[in-house]
Every structure is written in structure tokens, then in C-alpha cells.
Nanobody, 120 residues
Framework: QVHVAESGGGSVQPGGSLRLSCATS????????MGWYRQVLGKTRGLVAR???????NYADSVKGRFTISRDNAKNTVYLQMNSLKPEDTAVYYC??????????????WGQGTQVTVSS
């Protein structure tokens, strides 16, 4: 059984910062890519940032220069540092992890999401 859990969401004023964390636990052989996605009610979930096992990264254009994704492989944790937050960043943020269970393939697991609200 694999469990992915986000933490660190909350409310912040425009221009503020938040740091999200996401820990993966359970029984598996390893973790490949980890990523952050966000979803606004009534819209599809979209990529925010993704980090590969070699720590290469990619970001949505809307967050480049403001958000930074990082990972601690010893803790099986991925982070999202969000600076200069804007009201349009308001969403539920989801984490996922591509977990290697053996047999040559990866399985993607999702967390339950954490709400981020940017408002004055």
C-alpha cells in the first residue's frame, strides 16, 4: 500500500508565500517523477511543476520565476515553494508520485489535495 499526503496549504495575501510538502510512504522499490498539479472547481487539473528522479524540472509558464519545486529523496518528499502569490493561484493543489512497484513499470499515486487561497 502506498500513501501520498500533502500539507502546507492555507490562506495568504497577494504577494505572499507558502510552502507545500508532499510525503510518500508505504512499500515500494523507488520513486521516479514527482509533481504538483492544481485544480479550480469546474476546470481540469493542470500541471504546476514536475521534478524527475535526476532533479530536472519543468514548470507551467504561469508559475515560472515564482514557484520552485524540489525533492528530498531520503525523506521521499517533494516541496513546492510558492512566492509572489496571485489571486489566480487560488486552487486545490495535488501532489503525485510515480512509484516503482517492481515488474518494470511505475504506478502513479495521488494525494487528496490541499487548498491554497490567495486573497486580500
Amino acid at each position: 500500500q502506498v500513501h501520498v499526503a500533502e500539507s502546507g496549504g492555507g490562506s495568504v495575501q497577494p504577494g505572499g508565500s507558502l510552502r507545500l510538502s508532499c510525503a510518500t510512504s508505504g512499500s515500494y522499490f523507488g520513486i521516479g517523477a514527482m509533481g504538483w498539479y492544481r485544480q479550480v472547481l469546474g476546470k481540469t487539473r493542470g500541471l504546476v511543476a514536475r521534478i524527475m528522479s535526476d532533479r530536472s524540472t519543468n514548470y507551467a509558464d504561469s508559475v515560472k520565476g515564482r514557484f520552485t519545486i524540489s525533492r528530498d529523496n531520503a525523506k521521499n518528499t517533494v516541496y513546492l515553494q510558492m512566492n509572489s502569490l496571485k489571486p489566480e493561484d487560488t486552487a486545490v493543489y495535488y501532489c503525485n508520485a510515480e512509484v516503482y512497484m517492481g515488474g518494470g513499470s511505475f504506478t502513479t499515486y495521488w494525494g487528496q489535495g490541499t487548498q491554497v487561497t490567495v486573497s486580500s
